[in-house]
């Protein structure tokens, strides 16, 4: 299968994921190699007539943009400018990111307003068709001039033939790569060093990730809520649509109806209750996982504009005889939106861990630690403890990055987004919810064991849930090595089927 990437086809995160799950090859259609073929012809030809400097084109960057270079130079310039931005630190970007900068990159090229030549943009589509991504690293960036630093160290072995890549999974020198596909080092034209480097591919590329992972665990919580209120013998009326019809938030909407579509035909659900009300982890639920699903959305609303958009510097526009240095590179929109989508996505763990503790708080004929002989066994006692770490952690991950900045470049970058680090601690984020999650689908189900006991059944649905859950957990009689059987957990999420 073939995704063809076009200028006139607007990209959506949905096929962005169908692109990745279905393994698709990219390519470039006509109407992407035109624009690309025009800009750089365009450009070439205003070297010629231009006597004026063009930024970052005849001249240095950055605080540097005063001195002029010449025309012998350039080609040199460029390169020298990948080999020393290329300066990323601390641990590996993991490579289904890598794989998505490659992509939106040559997305950000597609629209013609770049300057890079063809064959460099390419190149870039034969790196993500034959698997083949350069190693990154996750520190570096400011999110001032776009990326400048982790997409140096993308174009480097990509582009230059420098350094380390991951090939089919295993780490080589990319010369070895070079060598047997017979490619030479791309020599880079006027401009093309900064349209490497300039863009918010690595926030974006983050970014997308991100919201695709928020989308499934957003559902899975909703799941998870509906097993873990049925294991608590909770209350339905508080998920009834006539009481969210007066206040119609749309993701509040849509947990209630999914919580009501999970548990319909539950015995549980449907008995009497000796109880008034739930505690807020239930029955504001919601309110909860709505706002949750409401900022998701609107993440992905604004990431989808950045997306399909030219994100580099200086914008090199054809038609309108211009080139022009702005700022279409900053990473503020990205940021704020990485930032707020941490915080959405924390808060389905923090209440997560709460539903986890009502259940092993001997509660509504539950046992103590859900464990039927306690004292001599701990039972779920210190999963609750590991989920409230993690929680800790997310809320400490959710301090905005946002806001910072620290002047760079001789102060000519005088206020950056800090958009890197507010897109690496947002996948942290990810990671964190879907392992709290995890532990309250081991305590619920462990919990729902009990409920059965009573001579209860729940939903069709949840039934189901949990039958394929305990292929991989077992019921937990007596104390075990319980790490093992939370990562199990973790590994059914990650591999579950959701719709």
């Keep these: 299968m073939i995704h063809y990437i076009n200028p006139d086809e607007r990209l959506t995160i949905a096929r962005v994921k169908e692109i990745v799950d279905n393994h698709m090859t990219l390519a470039l259609s006509d109407e992407a190699k035109n624009r690309i073929q ?11 007539t231009q006597k004026e400097p063009i930024y970052g084109v005849t001249t240095g960057f950055g605080s540097l943009c005063n001195i002029s270079i010449s025309k012998e130079q350039l080609s040199q310039l460029q ?10 630190v601390g641990d590996e970007v993991p490579q289904e990111v890598v794989r998505l900068m490659l992509l939106l990159k040559v997305q950000n090229f597609c629209f013609g307003y770049s300057g890079a030549q063809l064959q460099t943009v390419q190149r870039l589509i034969d790196c993500y068709n034959d698997d083949i991504l350069p190693i ?8 001032a001039s776009g990326d400048l630093c982790p997409l140096a160290n993308l174009m480097l072995p990509a582009i230059l033939g420098m350094g380390d890549v991951y090939y089919h999974g295993k780490r080589c020198d990319v010369k070895e790569i070079y060598a047997q596909k017979g490619w030479q080092p791309i020599e880079l034209q006027s401009k093309e060093g900064l349209a490497l480097l300039n863009g918010t591919q690595f926030m974006s590329s983050y970014a997308v990730w991100s919201i695709m992972k928020a989308e499934r665990l957003s559902l899975q919580a909703d799941m998870l809520l509906s097993l873990s209120l049925d294991a608590f013998d909770g209350r339905i009326e508080p998920f009834y649509d006539c009481l969210h019809q007066v ?9 209630a109806a999914n919580v009501r579509r999970f548990t319909e035909g539950s015995q549980l659900i449907a008995r009497h209750k000796e109880h008034v009300q739930d505690p807020y982890s239930f029955r504001c639920a919601p309110q909860v996982h709505g706002a949750a699903k409401d900022t998701i ?20 526009l054809p038609d309108e005889d211009m080139v022009i240095s702005g700022g279409h590179f900053h990473g503020e929109p990205m940021a704020m939106v990485l930032d707020f989508l941490a915080i959405a996505v924390a808060e389905l763990g923090s209440i997560s861990e709460r539903r986890t503790y009502q259940l092993i708080d001997a509660k509504r004929g ?16 210190i999963p609750q403890y590991a989920a409230a770490s993690i929680v800790s952690q997310s809320k400490q991950l959710c301090s905005p990055c946002s806001v910072d900045s620290i002047p760079s470049s001789q102060n000519q970058e005088d206020l950056v987004s800090m958009g890197g680090n507010a897109a690496t601690k947002c996948y942290k984020v990810m990671e964190n919810t879907e ?19 009573e001579g209860l059944k729940s939903s069709p649905f949840i039934e189901q849930l949990v039958a394929d859950y305990r292929k991989s957990v077992n019921f937990v009689d007596i104390d075990q090595v319980m790490y093992l059987l939370i990562h199990a957990s973790v590994k059914f999420l990650q591999e579950m089927k959701v719709d």
């Design 435 to 453: 392992r709290v999650l995890a532990i309250e689908l081991f305590n619920a189900a462990q919990a729902l064991d009990f409920r059965h006991q």
């Design 79 to 88: 390169k020298n400018l990948v080999m020393s931005h290329a300066c990323g």
């Design 136 to 143: 990154v690293y996750q520190q570096g960036s400011l999110g």
């Design 366 to 381: 539950l046992p103590s630690f859900l464990v039927a002989k306690p004292g001599l066994n701990s039972g779920f006692m």
């Design 247 to 255: 206040r119609p938030h749309k993701g509040q909407l849509e947990t």
């Design 297 to 316: 959305r609107y993440v992905a609303s604004v990431v989808e504009t950045e997306i399909n958009s030219t994100t580099d510097n200086p914008i090199v």
């Design 38 to 48: 025009k800009c750089r012809d365009y450009l070439n030809r205003k070297m010629e």
